[in-house]
């Protein structure tokens, strides 16, 4: 694989009944991970638009980092697209490189959505500094966890925890469906490939081309379970070692994401001193390359009774129930986040907010804000997808 990538803004734009299935495609957030990009290209060249029921948008996401094969210039862009920079994008008047693609790309998602008002999906790819299986991030909410688990692949769940301003989190806070696909090691022939096998799949599942129109179709989907050595678990994060201002991080070599590590096991080196495992459980994307300030995940399976325990608390709406106790309120007649006194959070289980799909988070001296994506999920947009 080239090292570098020149490449348009816009890969591939074709555009039908503005109320048929739209699906957006990024590729290249970070400028390292050439992958999506590639495979992106590569499908758009196979595909007939007149084959075509629906909307599809490829994006090309840092495009000055891709030049110079950098994860980013200036700033991750993939860790500022939060509500307060994006309000201060149209005061601002001088920008970083980052923000200046920030700028366009938000543009051009706000033009998509404008314009089409049926079910709208929204996938970016990655790939990662070390060796893993393909695998789907997702934000925690129930329209990302059904469609997701049409792909025969682990999935990962509350990452949005751990992490401020990705872009997903920024569209899953609209409403829509959107998930990460991690198509494997950077630079890795296999990350294009399984990048192409996730591309043909997700257009069939949300409806814009048919199983008849893609012949390989079956053979796309082994494939893609193949690479993932049939491990079709959710797991959800439950530990980040993240890298502090001046530390100096190394990890430990070979260590592999979704690899088991015992409890007491070195990971890692921080300032000489080892980072040792506080779980028995799995890695998960141990870094393995200079910028970055996410050392190493911890990622633990959840059962099957938790997952429909959740399933069906939420169905229900139980949350409501929350802000019968004291120090609990809604933050406003939105509903979209509870505020919590954090002299008695201490007396919830941390799982019992996770079962309600309260995952995201903001503390202050007093209180914690806690956001569910489900009241903001365009529930309706997607019922009547078969997958749904």
Do not use: C
Request: avoid cysteine; proline fraction near 4%.
């Amino acid at each position: 694989m080239d090292k570098t990538i020149s490449v348009n803004r816009i890969i591939t734009k074709i555009e039908g009944p503005k109320d048929a299935p739209t699906i957006v495609y990024f590729g290249g957030i970070h400028g390292n991970e050439t992958a999506g990009v590639f495979a992106l290209q590569n499908v758009f060249n196979s595909i007939n638009p007149k084959d075509v029921n629906g909307n599809i948008y490829a994006i090309s996401g840092n495009l000055q980092a891709l030049k110079k094969n950098q994860r980013f210039l200036d700033k991750d862009l993939n860790r500022i697209w939060t509500k307060e920079q994006l309000f201060n994008l149209d005061s601002k008047t001088s920008f970083n490189r980052e923000e200046l693609e920030q700028k366009e790309l938000f543009q051009i998602v706000e033009s998509i959505i404008k314009r089409n008002s049926g079910p709208i999906y929204f996938i970016d790819f990655h790939t990662t500094s070390s060796k893993t299986i393909p695998f789907i991030t997702i934000n925690d909410a129930m329209i990302n966890r059904k469609f997701s688990k049409l792909f025969p692949v682990p999935i990962v769940l509350g990452i949005e925890e751990y992490l401020n301003g990705p872009l997903l989190s920024y569209i899953n806070e609209l409403g829509y469906v959107s998930l990460g696909f991690e198509s494997g090691q950077h630079d890795e022939q296999e990350a294009i490939e399984n990048s192409m096998f996730f591309i043909y799949l997700s257009l069939v599942f949300a409806g814009v081309l048919t199983k008849a129109q893609i012949p390989k179709f079956e053979t796309h989907y082994e494939n893609l379970k193949t690479n993932a050595k049939a491990l079709d678990q959710i797991f959800e994060v439950v530990y980040l070692h993240r890298i502090r201002k001046y530390e100096e991080f190394k990890m430990k070599n070979g260590f592999q994401s979704f690899q088991k590590v015992e409890r007491g096991i070195p990971l890692a080196v921080s300032n000489n001193r080892d980072i040792r495992s506080r779980y028995t459980a799995r890695i998960f994307m141990p870094l393995y390359q200079k910028k970055g300030e996410e050392g190493f995940f911890i990622i633990k399976p959840i059962k099957p009774f938790f997952l429909k325990l959740s399933a069906a608390l939420r169905h229900l709406r139980f949350d409501g129930l929350l802000v019968m106790f004291p120090g609990i309120t809604w933050e406003n007649k939105n509903k979209a986040a509870l505020r919590v006194d954090l002299r008695v959070v201490k007396y919830f289980a941390k799982s019992i907010f996770h079962l309600l799909g309260y995952r995201n988070r903001k503390e202050d001296a007093t209180h914690l804000l806690i956001y569910n994506r489900e009241r903001a999920s365009k529930v309706k947009s997607y019922q009547k997808e078969t997958w749904y």
